[in-house]
């Protein structure tokens, strides 16, 4: 029992570094560590139960709440949280101090990712292939817009951020914290963790919730229904934010993957340690899948 608390803070926590990392997905290392329809099967369980309790269905929504697999949400929730709150000071500096071999990094680790996940299909089909290379095309032409920082955002702007950027971390390839960079959030939000701004941190979290109960059903309809082709939008979505994890954008050479989603070339001198970075995070993907595919799949209670 304590083995697989320990195992599913470890998943947390992973997820959460990813969450942190702009351009990376705690969705992207949950389907990597093959816990991810289990995720969203339980959210949208949990959410079914929150809408009979509005509904004033007491007595259901708690039965429907008490079959939800809180051991597992639990964990995963302390270890995601605890990341946030360890790691984001880190991976700011790291953006900042080691643009380059971070981002490359992080771009081995989705390129992978994207790969390996193709197993998850039943049958590769052509038109498969067609969603897989419109979503992928249709992320990277996005994904080169960017807002300037907003300096005082309104209460209701923070909400919707955190509706929006919830919904990004449940899909692998969209990233929630480049979400905010795209709605120029992304300074006073991660300055509002590291500052403990409770107010702030408290908005943003209802926004969660709100985007959380309505996308989490949606998306397990989704994958329930026309699962193979969802799992080519998911490939999709990670391919495209390839885009923000390229280390060498134009018009910055400090900023690494991260700031700016305007590509570059290389130059001859990043080249060895931006490869050794990539294809070291590409087989702990690797390793990562393989531990992954061992899970073994669990029956959600159906409400």
């Known amino acids: 029992m304590l083995w697989r608390v320990l195992a599913n803070l470890g998943r947390g926590f992973a997820m959460g570094a990813a969450d942190v990392v702009p351009g990376v997905s705690g969705g992207t290392v949950a389907l990597l560590l093959g816990i991810y329809d289990r995720l969203v099967e339980q959210i949208a369980h949990l959410s079914a139960a929150a809408a009979q309790a509005l509904r004033g269905r007491l007595r259901r929504a708690f039965a429907m709440a008490v079959r939800a697999e809180w051991g597992f949400l639990v964990a995963l929730a302390a270890g995601i949280g605890a990341a946030i709150l360890a790691l984001v000071e880190a991976v700011r500096w790291l953006i900042d101090e080691q643009p380059v071999g971070f981002s490359a990094a992080f771009f081995g680790l989705v390129a992978v990712t994207v790969v390996t996940t193709r197993s998850q299909v039943s049958r590769w089909r052509a038109d498969l292939a067609v969603t897989f290379v419109v979503v ?168």
């Open 136 to 303: 992928g095309v249709a992320v990277f032409l996005l994904l080169g817009v960017r807002a300037g920082s907003v300096a005082d955002p309104a209460a209701v702007v923070i909400v919707g951020a955190g509706a929006l950027v919830i919904c990004a971390m449940i899909l692998p390839g969209i990233s929630g914290a480049f979400v905010l960079l795209l709605l120029g959030l992304y300074d006073p939000i991660t300055e509002a963790v590291s500052d403990r701004d409770v107010g702030t941190v408290v908005l943003f979290g209802l926004g969660a919730v709100i985007g959380l109960a309505v996308f989490s059903r949606l998306l397990q309809r989704l994958l329930d229904r026309w699962r193979d082709a969802m799992i080519a939008v998911l490939m999709g979505l990670m391919a495209g934010s390839l885009r923000v994890l390229w280390p060498w954008p134009v018009g910055d050479a400090d900023a690494g993957g991260f700031g700016n989603a305007a590509l570059g070339a290389p130059p001859a001198s990043d080249l060895a340690a931006a490869a050794i970075a990539a294809v070291a995070a590409g087989a702990v993907a690797v390793v990562l899948h393989r531990v992954g595919a061992r899970q073994v799949p669990v029956e959600v209670p159906q409400g």
